[in-house]
């Protein structure tokens, strides 16, 4: 069991699968926020049964709440592990800038060589966005308080055009960190052969797309709809 935790794979293999249940959580999160799109087109935005106060309910039930810590735990171990392997391959491969050897340039895609740098960007923002939304809505109710309404946090935040590009930029910075941890997770666990490794990468980016289309789309919605 030890090993797990100080072996090179062992850290791998727990990046990869706290990783894939951050995964997990970005369509559940993109699933319930385009519910906010579908308001817009139905007239039933602002409305308490519209569809997006619905699933801001769901968030809500006791069962979703339990799930905070632990996706929360889940997010600590991933950048923990993702700054160890890092810092071990700095330094086992001759620095940041040992992507500047050609060879090694034409193996590896941009997003794979700044994975660390793109992670930082991820982080920050998920910081950001969390004094936005988390804070107004789960941890009031935490606090015995009422939760601000979430059309009326949509259309505050991303009302203000340089909040919605911040927003943007950190959804790009999220495409580039899928593109390359999706398929890197799923090889990590086993799917790593020459068939299926073509395919993740396939996969990878349109899941990548579709998470940058989607929460993209939401911004924007947000700040028509402001």
């Known amino acids: ?7 090179s794979i062992g850290k791998k293999l727990i990046m990869s699968i706290s990783g894939l249940f951050l995964i997990i959580f970005l369509l559940l999160h993109l699933t319930i926020n385009s519910f906010s799109i579908i308001d817009s087109f139905t007239g ?16 809500s039930l ?13 997010f600590i171990i991933h950048i923990i592990y993702a700054i160890i392997l890092t810092l071990h ?8 800038f040992r992507y500047k050897v050609s060879s090694k340039a034409k193996a590896d895609s941009w997003a794979s060589k700044n994975m660390i740098v ?13 004094t936005h939304f988390w804070d107004e809505m789960q941890l ?20 203000r055009w340089w909040v919605l590009v911040l927003y943007i930029i950190w959804f790009g910075a999220l495409w580039f960190h899928l593109t390359h941890g999706f ?22 980016y349109i899941f990548a797309t579709l998470i940058f289309i989607g929460f993209t789309a939401t911004a924007i919605n947000g700040y028509i709809m402001a």
């Open 183 to 204: 398929w890197s997770a799923f090889q990590t666990i086993g799917w790593n052969n020459k068939i299926w490794l073509k395919r993740l990468k396939v996969i990878a």
């Open 89 to 96: 391959n700095l330094d086992t491969r001759g620095g940041y």
């Open 44 to 59: 039933n935005f602002g409305a308490e049964d519209g569809l997006f106060a619905m699933g801001c309910e769901f968030m």
């Open 140 to 159: 009031k109710e935490w606090m015995g308080e009422e939760a601000t309404d979430p059309y009326l946090l949509l259309t505050v935040t991303f009302g």
């Open 1 to 7: 069991m030890a090993n797990i935790f100080t072996s």
């Open 118 to 130: 793109l992670g930082i960007i991820v982080l920050g923002f998920i910081v950001f966005h969390l």
């Open 62 to 74: 006791p069962i979703v709440t339990i799930m905070v810590p632990i996706l929360a735990f889940g």
